[in-house]
C-alpha cells in the first residue's frame, strides 16, 4: 500500500518492521509433583501354585523385554521443536508429521509446523495449520498471533487484526501482539489505532527501538513529519544500526526540506546494507538518494 506523504519524495516504501517471536513453541519442562502411587499385591504362598504362576511372570517379563515401546506425539514434537531451532526446517517438518500421525489433535504440533512454514515463506499452508491449532486447543494465544503474522504477510489485514485481538483477549500482557496489531492497523490506515497499539506495547516493553521506527512510520503517514523524526531518532538512540530507521527518518527529513540530513540518513543506511550484502535493499536506497539529490 502505498502511503500518503505530502511533500514527500519517496522513490522507495518506507520500511516498517516486525519483530518476530522464536520460530517453534518451546517444549514444557516434565512436571513431578513428588506424590508416589502403590498398588495392593495378593500374598503368594510356595507351593504348586506358587511355581506356576512365577513361570508366567517370568515368561510375561520376557516378552514385554523383547518389546520396543512406540514414542508418542510428544516425543516427535520435541525432536522437531530442536531441529528447526538448529536451521533444519525439513526435518523439524517430519517429525511434526509423525506426532501428528500419532495425535491428529496434537495442536502444538499444528501450531510449530505453522511457524516453520511460515518462515520457509509457505503463508497459506502456515495459516492452514494455526487454524488446526487452535480448533484443537481454541485458547492456545500464541497460535492466534502466529496466525495474525501469517495473514498479514498475504495481505490479510482485517483477519491479522482479528487474530491479534485474540490473542491478546487471551493474554493482555503481549506486547508482540501489539506491535503486530499496530502494524496491520497501519496497513488498513488506522495510523491512530496504530499508535495506539505501539504505546501499548512500549508500556509493556520500554526502550523496543523497532517499536519505534513503526510509531514514527505511522506518524509519517499520518502526515506528521516532525512527530516521525523524533520517533525514528530514538529508534536509533536505543540501535544505532536499525537500518530501516535510518531510511525512514531520511525520508521524513526530506519532506521537511532538510535534504542534506536525508543524504546523511540515506548514505548510513547503505553502508549498512553494505556490510551486510543486501543487494536489494541497496538498491531501493540508491534509487531514494538519486530522487533527493535531483
Not at 132 to 159: C, I, T
Not at 177 to 200: H, T
Not at 209 to 215: G, L, Q, S
Not at 222 to 239: C, I, Y
Request: without cysteine.
Amino acid at each position: 500500500m502505498e502511503p500518503t506523504r505530502p511533500g514527500a519524495v519517496a522513490p522507495a516504501d518506507p520500511v516498517l518492521t516486525e519483530p518476530t517471536v522464536d520460530a517453534v513453541q518451546q517444549p514444557p519442562e516434565a512436571a513431578n509433583d513428588g506424590a508416589e502411587t502403590t498398588t495392593a499385591r495378593p500374598r503368594l504362598t510356595q507351593g504348586p501354585m506358587f511355581v506356576v504362576l512365577l513361570a508366567l511372570a517370568l515368561g510375561l517379563v520376557v516378552v514385554l523385554l523383547g518389546q520396543t515401546s512406540q514414542p508418542g506425539p510428544d516425543y516427535y514434537w520435541k525432536i522437531g521443536v530442536e531441529k528447526a531451532q538448529k536451521g533444519n526446517a525439513q526435518g523439524a517438518i517430519e517429525d511434526f508429521d509423525k506426532a501428528l500421525e500419532l495425535d491428529p489433535k496434537h495442536a502444538e504440533s499444528y501450531n510449530s509446523r505453522g511457524l516453520v512454514r511460515f518462515e520457509l515463506g509457505e503463508y497459506q499452508g502456515a495459516v492452514d495449520d494455526l487454524t488446526n491449532a487452535m480448533l484443537y486447543n481454541p485458547r492456545f494465544d500464541a497460535a492466534h498471533y502466529n496466525r495474525g503474522r501469517a495473514r498479514r504477510a498475504l495481505g490479510d489485514y482485517q483477519g491479522a487484526v482479528a487474530d491479534y485481538t485474540e490473542a491478546l483477549r487471551l493474554y493482555p500482557s503481549e506486547p508482540d501482539a501489539y506491535n503486530g496489531r499496530g502494524n496491520a492497523r497501519a496497513d488498513l490506515g488506522d495510523y491512530s489505532g496504530a499508535i495506539e497499539d505501539f504505546n501499548q506495547a512500549l508500556r509493556l516493553k520500554p526502550n523496543w527501538p523497532e517499536v519505534y521506527n513503526n510509531w514514527g512510520l505511522a506518524s509519517f503517514r499520518m502526515g506528521d513529519a516532525q512527530g516521525a523524526v523524533d520517533n525514528f531518532t530514538q529508534a536509533l538512540r536505543l540501535k544505532p544500526d536499525l537500518t530501516p530507521a535510518y531510511i525512514n527518518r531520511g525520508l521524513a527529513r526530506n519532506s521537511l526540506g532538510d535534504r542534506a540530513g536525508a543524504v546523511e540518513d540515506l548514505e548510513r543506511a547503505r553502508g549498512l546494507l553494505l556490510e551486510r550484502g543486501d543487494a536489494a535493499g541497496l538498491q531501493r536506497v540508491q534509487d531514494a538518494l538519486n530522487a533527493v539529490r535531483q
